[in-house]
Structure formats: C-alpha cells, structure tokens
C-alpha cells in the first residue's frame, strides 16, 4: 500500500535525477524496501514480491492526501496501476477507506468522510491508543477486557499484547475487512483475541454479571449511534464489569464546545446507573468509571490553558470530506447463537433524539 508521503518521495527524487529511493510499503510495518527509480516509474520489491509504480499513478497518488493505495491487480503487482482502498458498507449504508495519519505513523479510517483517531496535534493513532488503554492502567496479565467498537482494532491488538484476554464487538464488517488489509491490525487475526458482530448495545446484555477486569468503549456520534450513550446501554457495562474493574468512555476532546456538552451528559447517566467513581481524563479524551471511587494522576487533570494548533479532526467536529453514502442510519440488534457467534438483523433506527450529546463528528 502506497499513500502521498511515498508518492511525493519518489517524485521528488525523480527531479533531484536520483536512481534509488526509500518507500515503505506497508506503513512501516516492516522494514522499507530501497526502490529503483527509472524513466517509466518505480521498481521494488516487498516481501519478496516484485512492485512497480508508473510514474502517473505516482502523480495521482501524490494529489491525494487522503487515500491509501493498493495495486489494481492483487495478484500480479507489476501491472503499474493502483486503486484507492475503500468500500462501501452495506451494514452502515457508509463509505468506508483507509487515510493516512502521518508519515511514519499508523494509518485511520474514514466513515462517510469522518476520521476515527486525532492526529496532527502531537498524537497520532498509536499513541491516542497508548493514552486511552494508560488511563486505565494498570493491565494485567490474564484480565478479562472488552473493546466496544473495534474499529481498526488498535485497542484490541494493544490489549493483548499487554497479556489481556480480550473479546471486541465491531458492527460494521466492512471496518474488519479495513483490519485485513492493514498491517498495523495483523495481530486482531492473529492472537487470542474473540470477535464478535453486532450493535454492542445488543451483544453486552448477553454478557453473565462480573465477566470484565476493564472495558474500552470508543462509539462514533450519538447522531449515528445513540444507543451507545443510553443509560441502558452504562447499566449493562457496570453490570458486566468486575468489582474492581475499570471502564474508559472515549468522549472527544472535553475541553470543545461539543466535547463539553458529552461530557457532562455521559457522566450524568454513569452516576445515574450507579458508577461511584466517575472522572474525566481530559489527556486520554475520556472519561474514567469504577464501582467505586477513582483517582486520576495530576497529569490527567484538566489543563489550564487549552492545546493550541493542529488538526485534531474527530475530535473538533469537522468532516474530513463528503465520502458519499446515505446517511440513513441503522442499527443492529443481534441473537445468540453460541459464544463468539451472533446473527445479525439490522432495522431502521427512526428515533432523532436531540440530546445534549449530539455533536457533529463520527470516530469510531
């Protein structure tokens, strides 16, 4: 996969009359290949297979700083032409695509032109992971852990590798099709790590009492998923979370206007359903429940002054672009067939609801 940074590199070497260039073809993932630059376009190889790269698509893919691209023929990669990886999800009635955060760093999602993870503001995706799963801290060894929302899976990798048992709800197919495809997501197919598919307000009421040591919960918009901010749906996360379990409710950032007013509706309905200990982690971009009383470290507090510059796109409510797609939104409600396995019947959510948490971005 080849994204605009790889693109602009190789046409600038080109220009400088280089014969060799560096791109990475997989984000970093691996080690970058060391490419031959001749007059129709870009030789490498990767993984022991041969790319090449015309020059036009190199230019195409340098206009683009959005996409993230992939050869056209998946099974001869030296045919020179690449498309953009994208979909269109029939769970969501949304466009799907794979955007890149940053040079070096992992790459997001778009959903219907939203991005899923803040970057461009000194935190890239990796490490907006590293401070969600931080506020929890510590993870042992062997804990119970439930990821709602699996998106790209970065929560759900991270957690096991820090020795988590997990289990991840995702509704949307498309996003794990996205995790395929993306090397920094290898380790949801690889590891012990249980998927499961439907509206992760459905699936939790199927949970026994007690089953989780921690729970990450990363929903897009209450627009496009109000059910995930229900009272309901929090007393079914207090239900299934261990005595001495922690819970993280990813808010946005809580010093916006926006981010402000889910706040203060989010820990209003975990009071409400009994959590002792509610706090908002304004590093983390979250907010903290236990059963009982919780302590945030100083650095966690809410700064003084507010973070200046950058572009912390989902989290400042602004569409990336219009990625097409209805904006009819569904939900799913799902029926179990054994652990680990769920049928999925979807129908039309009619409900509008304008609560004080309904702010303009989709990061799932």
Not at 200 to 227: C, M, N, Q, S, W
Not at 332 to 346: E, I, L
Request: negative net charge.
């Amino acid at each position: 996969m080849l994204t605009h940074h790889e693109a602009r590199r190789a046409l600038d070497a080109r220009r400088r009359g280089e014969t060799r260039v560096e791109l990475s073809c997989d984000f970093y993932a691996s080690r970058a290949d060391d490419a031959e630059v001749s007059l129709d376009g870009v030789r490498a190889t990767h993984r022991g297979r041969e790319v090449f790269v015309s020059w036009s698509t190199m230019e195409t893919i340098a206009d683009d700083d959005r996409g993230v691209y992939e050869p056209a023929n998946g099974e001869d990669w030296n045919e020179g032409g690449f498309v953009k990886v994208q979909s269109f999800s029939d769970d969501t009635e949304r466009a799907v695509s794979l955007m890149p955060s940053g040079e070096k760093t992992w790459p997001t999602a778009l959903i219907a032109g939203f991005s899923m993870h803040r970057f461009g503001v000194g935190v890239d995706p990796k490490e907006d992971t590293e401070k969600k799963l931080g506020a929890i801290a510590p993870i042992r060894k062997g804990a119970r852990a439930l990821d709602v929302c699996t998106g790209l899976g970065y929560t759900s990798c991270m957690l096991a590798s820090r020795g988590a048992d997990v289990t991840t709800i995702e509704l949307d197919r498309t996003m794990t099709k996205m995790c395929q495809m993306n090397p920094h997501s290898r380790a949801l197919f690889e590891g012990n790590i249980e998927q499961i598919f439907g509206n992760g307000a459905d699936v939790v009421k199927t949970f026994e009492d007690k089953t989780f040591d921690v729970i990450v919960t990363d929903p897009p918009t209450f627009a496009l998923a109000g059910e995930l901010y229900s009272a309901e749906f929090y007393a079914d996360l207090k239900r299934i979370l261990k005595p001495k379990g922690k819970l993280y409710h990813y808010i946005g950032d809580p010093k916006s206007a926006s981010g402000s007013g889910v706040a203060a509706g989010v820990v209003r309905r975990l009071k409400q359903v009994g959590f002792g200990g509610v706090e908002i982690d304004y590093d983390a971009h979250g907010i903290i429940a236990a059963h009982d009383h919780i302590k945030l470290r100083k650095s966690k507090q809410k700064p003084t002054k507010p973070s200046a510059g950058g572009i912390d796109a989902p989290r400042a409510g602004k569409r990336l672009k219009n990625a097409g797609g209805k904006r009819r939104d569904r939900t799913a409600s799902s029926t179990p067939d054994r652990r680990g396995s769920r049928r999925v019947r979807f129908h039309d959510d009619d409900d509008d609801d304008d609560d004080d948490d309904d702010w303009d971005h989709a990061h799932r």
